[in-house]
């Protein structure tokens, strides 16, 4: 049984199935139709979401509805808040000044800035840039290593000299 609220959350199935049940409680075959998934996968995710306390559960019938509860992800949000109010600022990108005249952060005056032809912004040409670095950097070394000479491993009993 998983009971670590975020380890249930990382699911995409199961992120599914909870922003489903935002609009109110559905039946499973409900569920399975929103979702475009398996019957038996979809059951098999509302267990999870259960075990873990994020869904109620009621019998009507022959049906089973599912309900959302908000309670257990009041954990999640706490260590979202405290990630908020304790994240360093945000790094500036090499190149633009740290504000723009007018108050524009850097980051923001970043992603204007149009690069070339095809309207890259200035990461996404640092980025291309490095890429191609990288690949010519792997293509040198692979031409060095090719072209050292081939060690020969000394023969038992002979000295070296």
Do not use: C
């Not at 109010?85 to 970043?110: F, I, K, L, Q």
């Not at 070394?141 to 090719?146: N, V």
């Amino acid at each position: 049984m998983v009971t670590d609220i975020f380890a249930v959350i990382a699911d995409q199935t199961r992120r599914d199935i909870l922003q489903e049940l935002r609009a109110g409680d559905k039946a499973v075959g409900e569920l399975v139709d929103a979702l475009d998934a398996s019957q038996p996968t979809v059951s098999k995710h509302l267990r999870v979401l259960r075990d873990a306390g994020l869904v109620t559960t009621r019998a009507q019938g022959q049906k089973r509805f599912y309900g959302l509860r908000l309670e257990p992800l009041a954990e999640v949000g706490g260590w979202l808040t405290s990630l908020r109010t304790t994240a360093p600022p945000a790094v500036e990108v090499a190149g633009a000044p740290a504000a723009v005249a007018g108050g524009v952060p850097a980051a923001a005056y970043a992603a204007s800035v149009p690069g070339g032809d095809d309207g890259e912004t200035r990461p996404q040409q640092l980025q291309r840039t490095v890429e191609r670095t990288v690949e010519r950097a792997a293509k040198g070394a692979a031409e060095i290593i090719a072209n050292l000479p081939k060690w020969r491993r000394r023969e038992p009993g002979r000295q070296q000299g």
